[in-house]
Nanobody, 113 residues
Framework: VQLVESGGGLVQPGGSLRLSCVGS????????MNWYRQAPGKEREFVAS????????NYADFVKGRFTISRDNARNAVYLQMNSLKPEDTAVYYC???????WGQGTQVTVSS
């Protein structure tokens, strides 16, 4: 199982980023996929999840209305569209395959002016 995130970077407050995670080594379309994040000095926390078919999504309260999770099973990819970014969104963002306990390497998101 391999999960590879991309799309992180430095963005100003109020800006947007789109994170991608591509999975391999498993039947991507069969699994719920998740995004988590970990800020410096803090525990890793849940951000969003999406069902195997993409019809059901869940979000942490602190991202509702700002972030959108989606997936493209033909590309073995899950995305996190992040809008109206705040400095407190600064963290390493991880893709997580919960049923198999597999994490990606993470991608750094920094929100700063």
């Amino acid at each position: 199982v391999q999960l590879v995130e991309s799309g992180g970077g430095l963005v100003q407050p109020g800006g947007s980023l789109r994170l991608s995670c591509v999975g391999s080594g498993f039947t991507f379309s069969s699994y719920v996929m998740n995004w988590y994040r970990q800020a410096p000095g803090k525990e890793r926390e849940f951000v969003a999840s999406i069902s195997s078919g993409g019809g059901t999504t869940n979000y942490a309260d602190f991202v509702k209305g700002r972030f959108t999770i989606s997936r493209d099973n033909a590309r073995n990819a899950v995305y996190l569209q992040m809008n109206s970014l705040k400095p407190e969104d600064t963290a390493v963002y991880y893709c997580y395959l919960s049923l198999l306990g597999s994490w990606g390497q993470g991608t750094q998101v920094t929100v700063s002016s």
